[in-house]
C-alpha cells in the first residue's frame, strides 16, 4: 500500500504558517512522518526533486504524475512546498495544478498567481509558461507585447522554447526589429539533440536574417559569452 508520508506534516505546516506561528522544523517533521508510516509497513511516496520535476515539466507530463501515477496522494505536500517553502518549481507545478483542476477545485486566478511567483524568482520553463499564455490567451487575456517580454527573459536565460516562441512573434510582427539581432543571437548558439528542433531552429535563424544587414548577423553568430 502506497501512502503520501509527509502529508500530515504539509498541513502542520500550512496550518501554523496561517496562523503566523513558527517553530516546526520541516525536514525533521517530514523525516519523523517517514519514520512513523514505515514503521507502520506502509511504502511512502517521495516528494520529486527539482530536477526529476523539471524534467516532468518539461515534457509536460507533471500533471500526470500527480494524478495518475500518485493518485493526488502527494497534493498537500506539493502545496506546502509553493505556499510555505515557495519553491519555484513547486509554484509552477501547484499553479498548474490549480489551473487545471488536478487534484484540486479549480481556481485559475490563483493558479495563474503562483505560476506568476515562480516567474517572478527566475525559473525559466515558469517565465515561458506565463508568455505562452499571454501569447495565446490561455487563462489571461491575450497581449502578445507582454508576451514578448515574458518569452525575452526566458530565451536570455537560455530555454530554448521560449527562443522559438521569441522568434516567432518578432517575425509576425511584434515588438521592434531591434530584437531581431538578440533573437538570432539566442538561437544561433542554442544546443538541442533534436533533429525536429534543429530544423525549426534553422528555419527561424534564416527568416531571421532575411530581414537583418549582413553585418547584424555576423554579430549575432558570436559566441554567448564574447
Same mark, same amino acid.
Do not use: W
Given at each position: 500500500?502506497?501512502?503520501?508520508?509527509?502529508?500530515?506534516?504539509?498541513?502542520?505546516?500550512?496550518?501554523?504558517?496561517?496562523?503566523?506561528?513558527?517553530?516546526?522544523?520541516?525536514?525533521?517533521?517530514?523525516?519523523?512522518?517517514?519514520?512513523?508510516?514505515?514503521?507502520?509497513?506502509?511504502?511512502?511516496?517521495?516528494?520529486?526533486?527539482?530536477?526529476?520535476?523539471?524534467?516532468?515539466?518539461?515534457?509536460?507530463?507533471?500533471?500526470?504524475?500527480?494524478?495518475?501515477?500518485?493518485?493526488?496522494?502527494?497534493?498537500?505536500?506539493?502545496?506546502?512546498?509553493?505556499?510555505?517553502?515557495?519553491?519555484?518549481?513547486?509554484?509552477? #507545478?501547484?499553479?498548474?495544478?490549480?489551473?487545471?483542476?488536478?487534484?484540486?477545485?479549480?481556481?485559475?486566478?490563483?493558479?495563474?498567481?503562483?505560476?506568476?511567483?515562480?516567474?517572478?524568482?527566475?525559473?525559466?520553463?515558469?517565465?515561458?509558461?506565463?508568455?505562452?499564455?499571454?501569447?495565446?490567451?490561455?487563462?489571461?487575456?491575450?497581449?502578445?507585447?507582454?508576451?514578448?517580454?515574458?518569452?525575452?527573459?526566458?530565451?536570455?536565460?537560455?530555454?530554448?522554447?521560449?527562443?522559438?516562441?521569441?522568434?516567432?512573434?518578432?517575425?509576425?510582427?511584434?515588438?521592434?526589429?531591434?530584437?531581431?539581432?538578440?533573437?538570432?543571437?539566442?538561437?544561433?548558439?542554442?544546443?538541442?539533440?533534436?533533429?525536429?528542433?534543429?530544423?525549426?531552429?534553422?528555419?527561424?535563424?534564416?527568416? #531571421?536574417?532575411?530581414?537583418?544587414?549582413?553585418?547584424?548577423?555576423?554579430?549575432?553568430?558570436?559566441?554567448?559569452?564574447?
Amino acid at each position: 500500500m502506497k501512502v503520501a508520508a509527509f502529508g500530515v506534516v504539509a498541513a502542520l505546516l500550512i496550518s501554523q504558517a496561517h496562523a503566523g506561528q513558527g517553530g516546526v522544523n520541516p525536514e525533521r517533521a517530514a523525516e519523523a512522518a517517514q519514520r512513523s508510516v514505515l514503521t507502520a509497513g506502509l511504502e511512502a511516496i517521495q516528494l520529486y526533486s527539482d530536477d526529476d520535476l523539471v524534467r516532468m515539466i518539461r515534457r509536460n507530463t507533471h500533471l500526470q504524475q500527480v494524478r495518475d501515477t500518485d493518485d493526488c496522494q502527494l497534493y498537500q505536500d506539493i502545496r506546502a512546498q509553493a505556499e510555505i517553502e515557495r519553491r519555484p518549481v513547486y509554484q509552477l #507545478l501547484y499553479g498548474d495544478m490549480l489551473a487545471y483542476a488536478v487534484c484540486y477545485e479549480r481556481d485559475v486566478a490563483l493558479g495563474v498567481t503562483y505560476m506568476e511567483a515562480a516567474a517572478a524568482q527566475g525559473m525559466p520553463e515558469a517565465i515561458e509558461q506565463m508568455g505562452r499564455y499571454y501569447h495565446i490567451g490561455r487563462f489571461v487575456q491575450q497581449d502578445k507585447q507582454r508576451a514578448l517580454l515574458y518569452l525575452r527573459e526566458a530565451a536570455a536565460l537560455g530555454y530554448l522554447p521560449a527562443q522559438k516562441r521569441f522568434a516567432d512573434l518578432l517575425l509576425d510582427g511584434v515588438g521592434s526589429p531591434l530584437d531581431y539581432e538578440a533573437a538570432y543571437h539566442y538561437l544561433h548558439n542554442s544546443v538541442t539533440a533534436s533533429a525536429q528542433d534543429h530544423r525549426e531552429v534553422q528555419q527561424r535563424l534564416q527568416r #531571421l536574417a532575411e530581414r537583418m544587414p549582413p553585418r547584424i548577423i555576423e554579430r549575432a553568430r558570436s559566441p554567448l559569452d564574447a
